[in-house]
């Protein structure tokens, strides 16, 4: 997983503006999603290719939701990958 700092998302911000492009992903420069279902399906692609910051957040949809086990389950495969934020929610 890889995380982009938040000079680089505000630098990316201060580019779209300026060139009056419309809004992307910082890290992968595809367009922001336009429904909560593109969204999830955006998220599951992530969670799916293993990548632990995506489940942490996943797991933390899931809370809120209500869906414990998923929660759970999720938040558990990201402290198995080693995931800083997977032990944190763990503890």
Same mark, same amino acid.
């Given at each position: &997983? %890889? #995380?982009?700092?938040? /000079?680089?998302?505000? +630098? ?8 009056? =492009?419309? &809004? ?6 595809? =367009?922001?999603?336009? +429904?909560?279902?593109?969204?999830? %399906?955006? !998220? !599951?692609?992530? #969670? ?6 995506? !489940? #942490?957040? !996943? +797991? =933390? ?11 759970? %389950?999720?938040?558990? %495969?990201?402290?198995?990958? /080693?995931?800083? /934020? /997977?032990?944190?929610? =763990? +503890?």
């Amino acid at each position: &997983s %890889k #995380v982009i700092c938040n /000079g680089c998302v505000y +630098s990316n911000d201060v580019r779209i503006v300026q060139e009056k =492009l419309e &809004s992307t992903c910082p890290f992968c420069r595809q =367009l922001d999603p336009k +429904s909560e279902d593109e969204e999830e %399906k955006n !998220m !599951m692609k992530r #969670v799916n290719s293993n990548d632990p910051a995506a !489940m #942490v957040q !996943m +797991s =933390l949809r899931r809370f809120e939701a209500g869906d414990y086990d998923s929660t759970f %389950k999720y938040v558990n %495969k990201a402290a198995e990958f /080693g995931d800083a /934020g /997977g032990h944190y929610e =763990l +503890s």
